[in-house]
């Protein structure tokens, strides 16, 4: 157990896991406070908990409470982050340090939750999807700061793919570039969020939890910097019709672009904008793929440890 920094706490139940070499899996807040409304979101990271307990890990939900950086939050935490939703700072790695230094509350992206798990120790981290470079980035710049810390952070993130409010084909670029691997799990696409096929291709697919784990435990014992993106497609039942979605994706970007949305604005917008197009049924989707990639990264989680001992 590595000497924690002064600027976190870990929940004593994830502490003690991790002392004792149990396995962990980190779960992020910016999907409970920006992702999803109000009581859906609380009712998912409750349920996503208790999933990964059912699979034999223990749950970190990460977040900022106070000024702290946290490991393991209690159900008041949780449920404090989703009733405040938009009215908790997104905290991504350029507003940590403001953001604790003010003792404020934070909802960490999957960059934070990156760099929080790695601090406490955690190496495995679930949710449901990831950030890259948008649509248009070529003249907008804009590129998730969640390529980066993959590219620098040891942390494996097990996702559905991303969604394609971003320019897929352009986030793969990136992250070779990075040197990031990509992972398919069970798949030799990288999944598209709300469905399972994107046309582009992955790296490589791996088959088992077995084998993530063993991809991991290697790039890190060889001394390489980064983690590994692992996209999980969302079970068949569950994935959307890909007219209907990719309909309410462009209606949402045209709608982004005529008021001007940018920055950090500018994901949780087109999140929010394509949930109320697609009504209930993309929130349905969304919750069952984050339960599906969780129940994997504990799995994972569980394999890595024996492999690690
Ligand atoms: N994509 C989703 N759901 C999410 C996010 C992205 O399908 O909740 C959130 C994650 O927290 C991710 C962040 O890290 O948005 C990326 O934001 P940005 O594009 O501003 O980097
Ligand atoms: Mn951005």
């Given at each position: 157990?590595?000497e924690?920094?002064?600027?976190?706490?870990?929940?004593?139940?994830?502490?003690?896991a991790?002392?004792?070499?149990?396995?962990?899996?980190?779960?992020?807040?910016?999907?409970?406070?920006?992702?999803?409304?109000?009581?859906?979101?609380?009712?998912?990271?409750?349920?996503v908990?208790?999933?990964?307990r059912?699979s034999g890990?223990?749950?970190?939900?990460?977040?900022?409470?106070?000024?702290r950086?946290?490991?393991?939050?209690?159900?008041?935490?949780?449920?404090?982050?989703g009733?405040?939703?938009?009215?908790v700072?997104?905290v991504?790695?350029?507003?940590?340090a403001?953001?604790?230094?003010?003792g404020?509350?934070?909802?960490?992206?999957?960059?934070?939750?990156m760099?929080?798990?790695?601090?406490?120790?955690?190496?495995?981290?679930?949710?449901?999807?990831?950030?890259?470079?948008?649509?248009?980035?070529?003249?907008?710049?804009?590129?998730?700061?969640?390529?980066?810390e993959l590219?620098?952070?040891?942390?494996?993130?097990?996702?559905?793919?991303?969604k394609?409010?971003?320019?897929?084909?352009l986030?793969?670029?990136?992250?070779?570039?990075?040197?990031?691997?990509?992972?398919?799990?069970?798949?030799?696409?990288?999944?598209?969020?709300y469905?399972?096929h994107?046309?582009?291709?992955?790296d490589?697919?791996?088959?088992?939890?077995?084998?993530l784990?063993?991809?991991?435990?290697?790039?890190?014992?060889?001394?390489?910097?980064?983690?590994?993106?692992?996209?999980?497609?969302?079970?068949?039942?569950?994935?959307?019709?890909?007219a209907v979605?990719?309909?309410?994706?462009d209606?949402?970007?045209?709608?982004?672009?005529?008021?001007?949305?940018?920055?950090?604005?500018?994901?949780?917008?087109?999140?929010?904008?394509?949930a109320?197009l697609?009504?209930?049924?993309?929130?349905d989707?969304n919750?069952?793929l984050v339960?599906n990639?969780?129940?994997?990264?504990?799995?994972t989680?569980?394999?890595?440890?024996?492999?690690?001992?």
């Amino acid at each position: 157990m590595k000497e924690l920094n002064q600027y976190l706490d870990v929940a004593p139940e994830v502490k003690k896991a991790l002392e004792e070499g149990r396995p962990v899996v980190a779960l992020e807040s910016t999907i409970i406070s920006h992702g999803m409304p109000y009581p859906q979101n609380v009712e998912t990271a409750l349920e996503v908990e208790r999933l990964v307990r059912e699979s034999g890990a223990v749950p970190a939900t990460i977040a900022v409470i106070g000024g702290r950086l946290r490991a393991g939050l209690s159900k008041e935490e949780i449920d404090h982050l989703g009733k405040k939703g938009h009215g908790v700072a997104k905290v991504s790695r350029r507003d940590l340090a403001v953001v604790c230094a003010r003792g404020m509350d934070g909802a960490t992206t999957v960059t934070t939750t990156m760099i929080i798990a790695h601090m406490a120790g955690i190496e495995v981290f679930a949710t449901g999807g990831v950030g890259g470079v948008h649509r248009g980035a070529e003249t907008t710049m804009d590129v998730s700061a969640d390529l980066e810390e993959l590219a620098q952070t040891p942390v494996m993130v097990i996702c559905a793919g991303a969604k394609s409010i971003l320019d897929l084909g352009l986030t793969l670029e990136y992250l070779e570039t990075r040197g990031v691997p990509v992972l398919g799990y069970q798949t030799q696409e990288l999944p598209a969020f709300y469905t399972r096929h994107s046309g582009f291709a992955v790296d490589y697919e791996v088959d088992s939890p077995e084998e993530l784990a063993r991809v991991f435990h290697t790039k890190r014992e060889m001394g390489l910097s980064g983690g590994v993106l692992v996209g999980n497609p969302i079970p068949e039942e569950y994935s959307m019709d890909k007219a209907v979605i990719d309909q309410a994706i462009d209606q949402a970007l045209a709608e982004a672009d005529e008021q001007g949305i940018h920055g950090k604005e500018c994901t949780p917008f087109l999140l929010a904008k394509v949930a109320e197009l697609t009504g209930g049924d993309s929130l349905d989707s969304n919750i069952r793929l984050v339960f599906n990639n969780v129940v994997l990264g504990a799995k994972t989680a569980v394999a890595l440890r024996a492999l690690e001992g």
